[in-house]
């Protein structure tokens, strides 16, 4: 356990089931927080859909500079269709992302064993994936001209940078070394994207020889989408660019139990500013303020960001709480997301 | 039937498992012609590793000029692990895929129930990908900086006009008017991709006003992979970029029976060019020269052929003889390429 006692959050509950999932989140951070002797002080930012409405604004920097000086963040989920695509996607959540420098955005998958997988035989299924966060398709460098012409031309440049995979290279491998499979694999499509992929590759197979003992292994994203429907517990560690992280993560929840149990953690290990930690489901409009969005992910999304601040039992006793209210759940009926909330908090801090 | 007799095709058997599978599909080809009153005069082009290991050439002007007067190509499979990532495939297929404006890359997917799939419960499944295929990150539009240093830089930039978006759209719209469920999704990343993705999704929009009947739908491609997974059913005809599109199909592939039975046509829909017809998997050079290929997908690729030379009645033959074939499969011990291939042709031709 850390020695500081009290840690402050940013919280952005953002658009949707944002708001609704994040405040089970911080239910259950109250819960262990009691037992663990911590503090969260949070401070609620009000950013999303309706304040872009109201002001126009999606984070503006006095904001950013208030939010940077927290310990870490919660984010909810952030996009709403009252708003042109794109604006507070680009605006809100990747502005955080990139202007905080997450270049570790990591994402577990696991299957428990009560929750199934749509997969008829998925076998053992526990990995991690680490997409970049700073670089890559999302880095919002392309335009288009002649818009709205049959002239027009739409682009939009992958920037990587040596400085860049090289990091997120080398944490993955340190993330492999921790784990006891000791395997990873580099996602990309270097037959195709030659300049990224190659540099990509040969980063990978510079860093290898610092770390013997992994087994490393590359795969065309495209193949990586096979293995893991027919053979996801192949995987340990994979490691890949912003976009491709981004479609696999997607996949891999569908095939681990759902995205109500996909948690991130968009990681700065340099800890030169906060890490922020959300969901990766997105804000589902359609079930928004009905209390039937499953907080699942925010919460282990939480005990992400307990691990990140050396929170470790409280982080294991949120897991441990949630493993246990999954396992619960073929038996009972529908629950609302504070019910879940509840029940999960109450084992955290039992 | 077409009144042309006699059809010139051009074939790329290629590398690895591509000359087993393609001679596969070519027996078949020659099984229904008999009985269709046609010829297929063909003429094979060495190209792939071999020839580049041997000439450093991958598609010489010369040859692709001459590729180019036949009325269709078949091809194999490119790509070898002895040569460089990316030189077969730029050089070669992408080559032929640009310079002969293969703009709709048709990818169907359908369960057939005595194959199943890995997923518990996928509903009726019937759909087909329409890729784009001149355009997006696999224009070759990129470049490197300071390879092999500290600061190197590496760009992929994918291009995106209204002339290449609206045809391969307007197909996409044509195919789903001839489908009876009447529906198009359109999947791109448009919260993030905006320069192109807006484009993509304008399009769309513009187009569908031409296509009362037609129900549009859009999907972010993340959001698309959970669907294909939890509800692949729900789809009819998905249109999407060329880096997509290479992702959701092969994705669509092992959700419906593996990559074994996905066939392609790189399709010129003007004419203006020959189209190709392949086989979705790779150059699986670990089971190369060993017949233990699947060649369903290369000889349902052949079908694909049949249907865009106009000889509709053998397409239809070719397919119920795999869809019998494949109803034998659970029966029987493993067979080996030919083995299929015979068994196919002989079903294909009575
Ligand atoms: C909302 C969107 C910008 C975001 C992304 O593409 O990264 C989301 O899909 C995610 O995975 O966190
Ligand atoms: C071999 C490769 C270049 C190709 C592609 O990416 O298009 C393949 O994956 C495919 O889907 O046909």
Redesign the interface.
């Known amino acids: 356990m850390s020695t500081q006692k009290t840690f402050t959050l940013a919280v952005v509950g953002g658009d949707g089931i944002g708001p609704e999932v994040t405040a089970e989140a911080l239910k259950v951070l109250d819960a262990v927080s009691a037992v663990h002797g911590v503090t969260f002080d949070r401070t609620e930012y009000d950013l999303g859909a309706k304040r872009w409405h109201a002001t126009g604004e999606t984070l503006p920097d006095a904001e950013l500079a208030e939010i940077r000086q927290h310990d870490a963040i919660l984010l909810g989920a952030v996009?709403d269709p009252t708003v042109p695509?794109?604006v507070l996607?680009?605006g809100l959540l990747?502005k955080l992302r990139f202007a905080l420098d997450h270049y570790v955005n990591l994402r577990p998958s696991k299957i428990y064993p009560s929750v199934g997988?749509?997969?008829?035989?998925p076998g053992e299924v526990d990995f991690v994936v680490v997409r970049e966060g700073t670089e890559g398709?999302?880095v919002g460098n392309?335009?288009?001209l002649?818009?709205?012409?049959?002239?027009?031309?739409?682009?939009?440049?992958?920037?990587?940078?040596?400085?860049g995979v090289?990091r997120v290279v080398r944490d993955a491998f340190a993330r492999a070394q921790a784990r006891p499979r000791k395997k990873l694999t580099l996602v990309h499509?270097?037959?195709?994207?030659?300049?990224?992929?190659?540099?990509w590759?040969?980063t990978v197979d510079a860093v290898a020889t610092e770390f013997p003992d992994i087994a490393v292994d590359y795969l065309h994203?495209?193949?990586a989408?096979?293995f893991?429907?027919?053979d996801p517990a192949r995987f340990d560690v994979i490691v890949t660019d912003n976009?491709f992280g981004?479609?696999l993560?997607?996949?891999a929840?569908?095939?681990s139990g759902?995205?109500g149990l996909a948690a991130s953690g968009n990681i700065n290990p340099d800890k030169t500013a906060p890490s922020m930690f959300e969901p990766v489901h997105?804000s589902a409009p359609d079930i928004a303020g009905q209390q039937k969005a499953d907080p699942t992910a925010a919460i282990l999304s939480a005990a992400l960001l307990c691990d990140h601040l050396g929170l470790t039992e409280a982080a294991a006793a949120i897991e441990a709480a949630v493993t246990a209210d999954i396992e619960e759940r073929t038996a009972g009926g529908a629950r609302t997301t504070s019910e879940i909330g509840d029940a999960i908090a109450k084992r955290a801090a039992g």
Chains 1, 2 share one sequence.
């Open positions: 996009g695509s794109g996607e680009r990747l997988s749509p997969l008829a035989a398709p999302y392309g335009g288009a002649r818009v709205g012409t049959p002239a027009e031309i739409a682009t939009e440049v992958s920037v990587n940078t040596a400085y090289e499509k270097n037959n195709v994207l030659v300049h990224a992929g190659h540099l590759k040969r994203v495209d193949a989408t096979i893991l429907v027919t976009l981004d479609i993560t997607d996949l929840a569908a095939i759902g995205i997105g």
